[in-house]
Protein backbone atom coordinates (compact mmCIF):
# COMPACT_ATOMS: atom_id res chain seq x y z
CA UNK A 1 0.00 0.00 0.00
CA UNK A 2 1.11 3.48 -0.99
CA UNK A 3 1.67 6.59 1.22
CA UNK A 4 -1.10 8.35 -0.34
CA UNK A 5 -3.29 4.78 0.09
CA UNK A 6 -2.47 4.68 3.85
CA UNK A 7 -3.03 8.81 4.72
CA UNK A 8 -6.68 8.01 2.66
CA UNK A 9 -7.81 4.92 4.31
CA UNK A 10 -6.26 6.88 7.98
CA UNK A 11 -8.44 10.00 7.10
CA UNK A 12 -11.70 7.32 6.30
CA UNK A 13 -10.73 5.81 9.54
CA UNK A 14 -10.66 9.28 11.33
CA UNK A 15 -14.41 10.05 9.62
CA UNK A 16 -16.26 6.77 10.67
CA UNK A 17 -14.56 7.91 14.27
CA UNK A 18 -16.12 11.34 14.69
CA UNK A 19 -19.41 9.82 12.76
CA UNK A 20 -19.63 7.09 15.47
CA UNK A 21 -19.44 8.99 18.33
CA UNK A 22 -21.76 11.92 16.57
CA UNK A 23 -24.40 9.09 16.16
CA UNK A 24 -23.58 7.28 19.13
CA UNK A 25 -24.08 10.30 21.87
CA UNK A 26 -27.23 11.30 20.14
CA UNK A 27 -28.81 7.70 19.79
CA UNK A 28 -27.87 7.63 23.58
CA UNK A 29 -29.71 10.88 24.08
CA UNK A 30 -33.13 9.25 22.25
CA UNK A 31 -32.36 6.29 24.38
CA UNK A 32 -31.98 8.03 27.26
CA UNK A 33 -34.88 10.23 26.56
CA UNK A 34 -36.94 7.46 26.74
CA UNK A 35 -35.62 5.28 29.09
CA UNK A 36 -35.90 8.54 31.96
CA UNK A 37 -39.28 8.66 30.59
CA UNK A 38 -40.17 5.02 30.97
CA UNK A 39 -38.51 5.06 34.47
CA UNK A 40 -39.55 8.54 35.69
CA UNK A 41 -43.12 7.74 34.44
CA UNK A 42 -43.04 4.36 37.26
CA UNK A 43 -41.57 6.31 39.97
CA UNK A 44 -44.18 9.23 39.46
CA UNK A 45 -46.93 6.66 39.17
CA UNK A 46 -45.81 4.58 41.99
CA UNK A 47 -45.46 7.10 44.18
CA UNK A 48 -48.63 9.52 43.09
CA UNK A 49 -50.63 6.11 43.19
CA UNK A 50 -49.20 3.76 44.72
CA UNK A 51 -48.05 -0.70 43.80
CA UNK A 52 -51.08 -1.12 41.57
CA UNK A 53 -50.43 2.03 39.48
CA UNK A 54 -46.55 0.61 38.16
CA UNK A 55 -48.29 -3.02 38.54
CA UNK A 56 -51.30 -1.83 35.29
CA UNK A 57 -48.57 -0.05 33.53
CA UNK A 58 -46.14 -2.97 33.45
CA UNK A 59 -48.91 -5.25 32.50
CA UNK A 60 -50.05 -2.72 29.64
CA UNK A 61 -46.47 -3.54 28.71
CA UNK A 62 -47.17 -6.04 25.77
CA UNK A 63 -49.08 -3.63 23.92
CA UNK A 64 -46.53 -0.98 24.46
CA UNK A 65 -44.01 -3.64 22.90
CA UNK A 66 -45.92 -4.82 20.14
CA UNK A 67 -46.29 -0.73 18.78
CA UNK A 68 -42.80 -0.92 19.03
CA UNK A 69 -42.47 -4.34 16.72
CA UNK A 70 -44.63 -2.36 14.41
CA UNK A 71 -42.02 0.49 14.31
CA UNK A 72 -38.97 -1.68 14.31
CA UNK A 73 -40.88 -3.99 11.45
CA UNK A 74 -41.71 -0.51 9.02
CA UNK A 75 -39.37 2.58 10.37
CA UNK A 76 -36.15 0.47 11.60
CA UNK A 77 -36.60 -1.23 7.98
CA UNK A 78 -37.18 1.91 6.01
CA UNK A 79 -34.31 3.28 7.82
CA UNK A 80 -32.04 1.00 6.90
CA UNK A 81 -33.12 0.50 3.36
CA UNK A 82 -33.21 4.71 3.10
CA UNK A 83 -29.66 4.53 4.59
CA UNK A 84 -28.49 1.98 1.70
CA UNK A 85 -29.65 4.11 -1.28
CA UNK A 86 -27.95 7.09 0.68
CA UNK A 87 -24.76 5.63 0.19
CA UNK A 88 -25.26 4.82 -3.09
CA UNK A 89 -26.67 8.77 -3.80
CA UNK A 90 -30.06 7.29 -4.85
CA UNK A 91 -32.42 10.02 -3.30
CA UNK A 92 -35.19 9.22 -5.49
CA UNK A 93 -35.65 5.56 -4.45
CA UNK A 94 -34.46 6.82 -0.59
CA UNK A 95 -37.13 9.20 -0.69
CA UNK A 96 -40.30 6.91 -2.05
CA UNK A 97 -39.15 3.87 0.80
CA UNK A 98 -39.54 7.11 3.30
CA UNK A 99 -43.33 8.11 2.18
CA UNK A 100 -44.36 4.76 2.17
CA UNK A 101 -42.85 4.00 5.75
CA UNK A 102 -44.47 7.48 7.20
CA UNK A 103 -48.05 6.29 5.73
CA UNK A 104 -47.66 2.66 6.53
CA UNK A 105 -47.44 3.77 10.15
CA UNK A 106 -50.28 6.15 10.11
CA UNK A 107 -52.01 3.38 8.93
CA UNK A 108 -51.46 0.66 11.67
CA UNK A 109 -51.72 3.14 14.20
CA UNK A 110 -55.49 3.82 13.08
CA UNK A 111 -56.39 0.32 13.14
CA UNK A 112 -54.63 0.53 16.78
CA UNK A 113 -57.07 3.14 17.81
CA UNK A 114 -60.38 1.24 16.58
CA UNK A 115 -59.55 -1.04 18.50
CA UNK A 116 -59.40 1.13 21.68
CA UNK A 117 -62.62 2.70 20.80
CA UNK A 118 -64.72 -0.79 19.81
CA UNK A 119 -62.93 -3.17 22.04
CA UNK A 120 -61.58 -1.60 25.43
CA UNK A 121 -62.57 -4.18 28.44
CA UNK A 122 -61.67 -7.57 26.12
CA UNK A 123 -58.52 -5.68 25.34
CA UNK A 124 -57.77 -5.23 29.09
CA UNK A 125 -59.34 -8.21 30.13
CA UNK A 126 -56.93 -10.27 27.49
CA UNK A 127 -53.70 -8.89 29.74
CA UNK A 128 -54.95 -9.12 33.08
CA UNK A 129 -57.25 -12.16 35.45
CA UNK A 130 -56.33 -10.09 38.52
CA UNK A 131 -59.68 -8.40 39.30
CA UNK A 132 -58.16 -5.77 41.69
CA UNK A 133 -55.94 -4.81 38.85
CA UNK A 134 -58.02 -5.08 35.58
CA UNK A 135 -59.16 -1.42 36.23
CA UNK A 136 -56.75 0.67 36.15
CA UNK A 137 -55.26 -1.38 33.45
CA UNK A 138 -57.70 -0.48 31.48
CA UNK A 139 -57.83 2.68 31.68
CA UNK A 140 -53.98 2.99 31.33
CA UNK A 141 -54.30 1.00 27.72
CA UNK A 142 -57.72 2.92 26.47
CA UNK A 143 -55.88 6.21 26.72
CA UNK A 144 -52.42 4.58 24.84
CA UNK A 145 -54.52 3.05 22.40
CA UNK A 146 -55.84 6.18 20.96
CA UNK A 147 -52.64 7.48 21.03
CA UNK A 148 -50.94 5.09 18.98
CA UNK A 149 -50.60 6.97 15.22
CA UNK A 150 -48.83 9.68 17.62
CA UNK A 151 -46.62 6.85 19.16
CA UNK A 152 -46.42 5.31 15.88
CA UNK A 153 -45.68 8.44 13.33
CA UNK A 154 -43.12 9.85 16.09
CA UNK A 155 -40.52 6.44 16.17
CA UNK A 156 -40.89 6.25 12.49
CA UNK A 157 -39.81 9.76 11.21
CA UNK A 158 -37.41 9.68 14.27
CA UNK A 159 -35.69 6.63 12.39
CA UNK A 160 -35.40 8.02 8.95
CA UNK A 161 -34.89 12.06 9.76
CA UNK A 162 -31.08 10.09 11.99
CA UNK A 163 -30.15 8.46 8.93
CA UNK A 164 -30.48 11.05 6.92
CA UNK A 165 -28.02 13.18 8.76
CA UNK A 166 -29.71 15.02 11.58
CA UNK A 167 -29.77 12.68 14.50
CA UNK A 168 -29.29 15.90 16.71
CA UNK A 169 -32.66 17.10 16.02
CA UNK A 170 -34.07 13.68 16.65
CA UNK A 171 -32.44 13.74 20.22
CA UNK A 172 -33.45 16.87 20.50
CA UNK A 173 -37.46 15.82 19.67
CA UNK A 174 -37.05 12.80 21.96
CA UNK A 175 -35.29 14.70 24.95
CA UNK A 176 -38.68 17.19 24.49
CA UNK A 177 -41.12 14.64 24.19
CA UNK A 178 -40.24 13.21 27.46
CA UNK A 179 -39.62 15.91 29.21
CA UNK A 180 -43.48 17.03 28.56
CA UNK A 181 -44.70 13.64 29.58
CA UNK A 182 -43.33 14.01 32.92
CA UNK A 183 -44.65 17.29 33.56
CA UNK A 184 -47.31 16.44 32.32
CA UNK A 185 -47.52 13.14 34.15
CA UNK A 186 -47.49 14.97 37.43
CA UNK A 187 -50.09 17.44 36.26
CA UNK A 188 -53.10 14.85 34.90
CA UNK A 189 -52.71 12.70 38.16
CA UNK A 190 -52.19 15.45 40.40
CA UNK A 191 -54.34 18.12 39.79
CA UNK A 192 -56.72 17.11 37.21
CA UNK A 193 -57.43 13.51 39.13
CA UNK A 194 -57.15 11.73 36.09
CA UNK A 195 -55.22 9.06 37.73
CA UNK A 196 -53.66 6.38 36.02
CA UNK A 197 -55.32 7.18 32.44
CA UNK A 198 -53.54 10.78 33.49
CA UNK A 199 -50.04 8.87 33.04
CA UNK A 200 -51.16 7.56 29.53
CA UNK A 201 -52.46 10.76 28.38
CA UNK A 202 -49.16 12.28 29.04
CA UNK A 203 -47.19 9.75 27.41
CA UNK A 204 -49.39 11.23 23.82
CA UNK A 205 -49.06 14.54 24.34
CA UNK A 206 -45.48 13.92 24.48
CA UNK A 207 -45.40 12.16 21.44
CA UNK A 208 -47.28 15.09 19.43
CA UNK A 209 -44.62 17.33 20.68
CA UNK A 210 -41.93 15.30 19.53
CA UNK A 211 -43.07 14.24 16.17
CA UNK A 212 -44.05 18.15 15.17
CA UNK A 213 -40.04 18.83 16.42
CA UNK A 214 -38.58 16.48 13.93
CA UNK A 215 -40.86 18.80 11.09
CA UNK A 216 -38.01 21.35 11.11
CA UNK A 217 -35.82 18.64 9.68
CA UNK A 218 -37.06 19.02 6.21
CA UNK A 219 -36.55 22.59 6.04
CA UNK A 220 -32.86 22.06 6.35
CA UNK A 221 -30.70 22.38 2.90
CA UNK A 222 -29.07 19.33 3.93
CA UNK A 223 -32.48 17.34 3.89
CA UNK A 224 -32.68 14.42 1.50
CA UNK A 225 -35.97 13.12 2.33
CA UNK A 226 -38.82 14.48 1.04
CA UNK A 227 -42.98 13.24 0.12
CA UNK A 228 -42.49 11.10 -3.09
CA UNK A 229 -45.30 8.98 -4.28
CA UNK A 230 -42.65 7.96 -7.34
CA UNK A 231 -39.85 6.41 -7.96
CA UNK A 232 -38.36 3.27 -10.24
CA UNK A 233 -39.36 0.91 -8.29
CA UNK A 234 -42.96 -0.57 -7.74
CA UNK A 235 -44.88 -0.08 -4.15
CA UNK A 236 -44.27 -3.71 -3.90
CA UNK A 237 -40.30 -3.93 -4.17
CA UNK A 238 -40.32 -0.71 -1.57
CA UNK A 239 -42.51 -2.68 0.80
CA UNK A 240 -40.55 -6.04 0.35
CA UNK A 241 -37.22 -4.27 0.87
CA UNK A 242 -38.67 -2.93 4.12
CA UNK A 243 -39.96 -6.25 5.41
CA UNK A 244 -37.44 -8.21 4.19
CA UNK A 245 -34.81 -5.61 6.52
CA UNK A 246 -37.23 -4.84 9.46
CA UNK A 247 -38.52 -8.27 9.94
CA UNK A 248 -35.30 -9.60 12.20
CA UNK A 249 -35.73 -7.04 14.55
CA UNK A 250 -39.10 -7.08 14.60
CA UNK A 251 -39.86 -10.78 14.96
CA UNK A 252 -37.61 -10.57 18.23
CA UNK A 253 -39.87 -7.77 19.60
CA UNK A 254 -43.00 -9.93 18.37
CA UNK A 255 -40.97 -12.63 20.48
CA UNK A 256 -40.26 -9.89 23.41
CA UNK A 257 -44.46 -9.20 23.02
CA UNK A 258 -45.32 -12.57 23.75
CA UNK A 259 -42.77 -13.01 26.44
CA UNK A 260 -43.83 -10.25 28.33
CA UNK A 261 -47.42 -11.66 28.17
CA UNK A 262 -46.62 -15.14 29.10
CA UNK A 263 -44.28 -13.82 31.71
CA UNK A 264 -46.88 -11.37 33.23
CA UNK A 265 -49.09 -14.16 33.49
CA UNK A 266 -46.55 -16.50 34.94
CA UNK A 267 -45.39 -14.49 37.44
CA UNK A 268 -48.82 -12.89 38.57
CA UNK A 269 -50.04 -17.10 39.05
CA UNK A 270 -47.02 -17.92 41.02
CA UNK A 271 -46.10 -14.97 42.83
CA UNK A 272 -49.31 -13.30 42.94
CA UNK A 273 -49.57 -9.10 43.47
CA UNK A 274 -46.29 -8.83 45.22
CA UNK A 275 -44.22 -11.01 42.45
CA UNK A 276 -45.93 -8.62 39.44
CA UNK A 277 -44.47 -5.54 40.75
CA UNK A 278 -40.80 -7.01 41.89
CA UNK A 279 -40.91 -8.25 37.73
CA UNK A 280 -42.43 -4.41 37.02
CA UNK A 281 -39.11 -3.21 38.93
CA UNK A 282 -37.40 -6.04 36.99
CA UNK A 283 -38.84 -4.63 33.75
CA UNK A 284 -37.78 -0.76 34.73
CA UNK A 285 -34.37 -2.04 34.97
CA UNK A 286 -34.34 -3.52 31.63
CA UNK A 287 -34.68 0.29 30.72
CA UNK A 288 -31.74 1.10 31.94
CA UNK A 289 -29.69 -1.34 29.71
CA UNK A 290 -31.90 -0.40 26.37
CA UNK A 291 -31.03 2.98 27.08
CA UNK A 292 -27.20 1.50 26.09
CA UNK A 293 -28.24 -1.02 24.16
CA UNK A 294 -31.10 0.84 21.42
CA UNK A 295 -28.24 3.34 21.13
CA UNK A 296 -25.39 1.20 20.17
CA UNK A 297 -28.05 -0.64 17.84
CA UNK A 298 -29.20 2.65 16.39
CA UNK A 299 -26.11 3.40 15.46
CA UNK A 300 -24.68 0.30 14.32
CA UNK A 301 -27.52 -0.33 11.86
CA UNK A 302 -27.13 3.81 10.48
CA UNK A 303 -23.68 3.99 9.96
CA UNK A 304 -23.50 -0.14 8.84
CA UNK A 305 -26.01 0.19 6.38
CA UNK A 306 -24.68 2.83 4.78
CA UNK A 307 -21.09 1.28 4.41
CA UNK A 308 -22.77 -1.80 3.21
CA UNK A 309 -24.33 0.29 0.38
CA UNK A 310 -20.71 1.70 -0.03
CA UNK A 311 -19.39 -2.03 -0.12
CA UNK A 312 -16.21 -0.87 2.82
CA UNK A 313 -15.78 -3.79 4.49
CA UNK A 314 -12.82 -2.41 6.82
CA UNK A 315 -14.84 0.14 7.55
CA UNK A 316 -18.05 -2.30 8.57
CA UNK A 317 -15.58 -4.28 10.91
CA UNK A 318 -14.44 -0.48 12.54
CA UNK A 319 -18.15 0.52 13.26
CA UNK A 320 -18.94 -3.38 14.51
CA UNK A 321 -16.07 -2.75 17.09
CA UNK A 322 -16.46 0.31 18.49
CA UNK A 323 -20.24 -0.70 19.58
CA UNK A 324 -19.09 -3.75 21.19
CA UNK A 325 -16.32 -2.13 23.67
CA UNK A 326 -19.06 0.43 24.17
CA UNK A 327 -21.87 -1.97 25.18
CA UNK A 328 -19.23 -3.60 26.98
CA UNK A 329 -18.23 -1.41 29.48
CA UNK A 330 -21.73 0.51 30.13
CA UNK A 331 -22.98 -3.16 30.58
CA UNK A 332 -20.74 -3.79 33.15
CA UNK A 333 -21.01 -0.39 35.24
CA UNK A 334 -24.76 -0.48 35.21
CA UNK A 335 -24.51 -4.52 36.45
CA UNK A 336 -22.17 -2.85 39.43
CA UNK A 337 -24.54 -0.35 40.37
CA UNK A 338 -27.37 -2.36 40.13
CA UNK A 339 -25.85 -5.40 42.83
CA UNK A 340 -24.60 -2.04 44.98
CA UNK A 341 -27.97 -0.23 45.27
CA UNK A 342 -30.78 -2.69 44.54
CA UNK A 343 -32.74 -1.08 47.65
CA UNK A 344 -32.65 2.60 46.68
CA UNK A 345 -34.17 1.26 43.17
CA UNK A 346 -37.14 -0.69 44.91
CA UNK A 347 -37.99 2.69 47.13
CA UNK A 348 -37.25 5.13 44.15
CA UNK A 349 -40.87 2.85 42.83
CA UNK A 350 -42.81 3.35 46.13
CA UNK A 351 -41.75 -0.39 47.39
CA UNK A 352 -41.90 -0.03 51.24
CA UNK A 353 -42.84 -3.59 52.78
CA UNK A 354 -40.06 -5.20 54.00
CA UNK A 355 -40.79 -9.07 52.49
CA UNK A 356 -41.18 -6.94 49.14
CA UNK A 357 -37.79 -4.98 49.41
CA UNK A 358 -36.20 -8.21 50.10
CA UNK A 359 -37.28 -10.49 47.04
CA UNK A 360 -37.02 -6.93 45.11
CA UNK A 361 -33.07 -7.07 46.04
CA UNK A 362 -32.44 -10.69 45.27
CA UNK A 363 -34.38 -10.30 42.12
CA UNK A 364 -32.66 -7.07 40.86
CA UNK A 365 -29.34 -8.28 41.16
CA UNK A 366 -30.05 -11.51 39.19
CA UNK A 367 -32.25 -9.67 36.71
CA UNK A 368 -28.48 -7.36 36.73
CA UNK A 369 -26.72 -10.34 35.44
CA UNK A 370 -29.41 -11.45 33.31
CA UNK A 371 -29.28 -8.89 31.15
CA UNK A 372 -26.09 -8.82 29.85
CA UNK A 373 -25.74 -12.16 27.32
CA UNK A 374 -29.13 -10.54 26.20
CA UNK A 375 -27.72 -7.20 25.24
CA UNK A 376 -24.62 -9.14 23.66
CA UNK A 377 -27.10 -11.84 21.72
CA UNK A 378 -28.65 -8.76 20.39
CA UNK A 379 -26.37 -7.11 19.26
CA UNK A 380 -25.00 -9.86 17.19
CA UNK A 381 -28.75 -10.66 15.51
CA UNK A 382 -27.51 -6.98 13.65
CA UNK A 383 -24.06 -7.98 12.62
CA UNK A 384 -25.55 -11.30 11.32
CA UNK A 385 -27.84 -9.05 8.88
CA UNK A 386 -25.44 -6.76 8.27
CA UNK A 387 -23.09 -9.61 6.74
CA UNK A 388 -26.28 -10.87 4.75
CA UNK A 389 -26.77 -14.08 7.39
CA UNK A 390 -30.27 -14.05 7.32
CA UNK A 391 -30.77 -17.62 8.71
CA UNK A 392 -28.76 -17.04 12.00
CA UNK A 393 -30.46 -13.46 12.10
CA UNK A 394 -33.61 -15.19 11.82
CA UNK A 395 -32.98 -17.93 14.41
CA UNK A 396 -31.73 -14.90 17.06
CA UNK A 397 -34.91 -12.97 16.45
CA UNK A 398 -36.83 -16.19 17.40
CA UNK A 399 -35.04 -17.17 19.94
CA UNK A 400 -34.21 -14.39 22.13
CA UNK A 401 -37.49 -14.28 23.86
CA UNK A 402 -39.16 -17.66 22.87
CA UNK A 403 -36.50 -19.46 24.76
CA UNK A 404 -37.05 -17.95 27.80
CA UNK A 405 -40.75 -18.58 28.44
CA UNK A 406 -40.80 -22.47 28.48
CA UNK A 407 -37.47 -21.78 31.41
CA UNK A 408 -39.93 -19.81 33.27
CA UNK A 409 -42.80 -22.15 33.23
CA UNK A 410 -40.71 -25.04 34.12
CA UNK A 411 -39.25 -23.22 37.13
CA UNK A 412 -42.34 -21.64 37.86
CA UNK A 413 -43.51 -24.63 38.04
CA UNK A 414 -40.52 -26.40 39.79
CA UNK A 415 -39.39 -24.36 41.73
CA UNK A 416 -41.34 -20.75 41.62
CA UNK A 417 -38.71 -19.49 44.96
CA UNK A 418 -35.75 -19.46 41.93
CA UNK A 419 -38.18 -18.21 39.02
CA UNK A 420 -36.07 -14.80 39.11
CA UNK A 421 -33.25 -16.88 37.31
CA UNK A 422 -35.24 -18.44 34.50
CA UNK A 423 -34.24 -15.33 32.04
CA UNK A 424 -30.15 -15.91 33.06
CA UNK A 425 -30.89 -19.85 32.36
CA UNK A 426 -32.33 -19.04 28.85
CA UNK A 427 -29.85 -16.31 28.10
CA UNK A 428 -27.04 -18.87 28.47
CA UNK A 429 -28.48 -21.83 27.07
CA UNK A 430 -29.28 -18.88 24.00
CA UNK A 431 -25.89 -18.19 23.70
CA UNK A 432 -24.32 -21.66 23.76
CA UNK A 433 -26.87 -23.03 21.18
CA UNK A 434 -25.67 -19.84 18.75
CA UNK A 435 -21.96 -20.29 19.33
CA UNK A 436 -22.33 -23.95 18.49
CA UNK A 437 -24.17 -22.80 15.21
CA UNK A 438 -21.51 -20.75 14.01
CA UNK A 439 -18.86 -23.10 14.65
CA UNK A 440 -20.61 -25.38 12.66
CA UNK A 441 -21.66 -22.76 9.19
CA UNK A 442 -17.37 -21.97 9.80
CA UNK A 443 -17.25 -25.73 9.39
CA UNK A 444 -19.25 -25.97 6.45
CA UNK A 445 -17.70 -23.02 5.05
CA UNK A 446 -14.23 -24.68 4.91
CA UNK A 447 -14.93 -27.87 3.76
CA UNK A 448 -17.11 -26.21 0.86
CA UNK A 449 -13.79 -23.96 -0.12
CA UNK A 450 -11.71 -27.09 0.20
CA UNK A 451 -13.75 -29.43 -1.85
CA UNK A 452 -13.97 -26.37 -4.83
CA UNK A 453 -10.48 -25.88 -4.58
Given at each position: MSSSDEIAVKQSQGDITKQFWRFLWSSILIALSGCLGNVVDGIIVGNLIGEDGVSAINLSRPVVQFMFTVTTLIATGASMVVGFYLGKKDAGRARYVFTQALFGSLAVGLVLTA??????????????????????????????????????????????????????????????????????????????????????????VGHIVGFAIMLRHFGYSNCNLKLSWSSGDTWGKAWRQIISQGTPLALASICLTLLLFCANSIVLSARARTGIF????????????????????????????????????????????????????????????????????????????????????????????????????????????????????????????????????????????????????????????IYLLHRLQRIRFTLQRTTNE
Open positions: IALLWPAETAALLCKNARLLQPTREYLSVLLLGAPAYLMMWALSAMVGVDGSPRLVSVAILIDNAVNLCLDIVFIKYFGWGIAGSSAATVVFALCMNLLQIYNLFLAGTCRTLQSLGSIEVGRGDVDNLRLVIGKCLRFITVAMVVTCIFVWVWPQGIAELFGCKDTATLAESNHALRVFALSFIPFCYIYVLMIIYKLYGYHRMALFISLALSLTVIPVLWAVAHIAPQAIWYSYLIAYVIEGAI
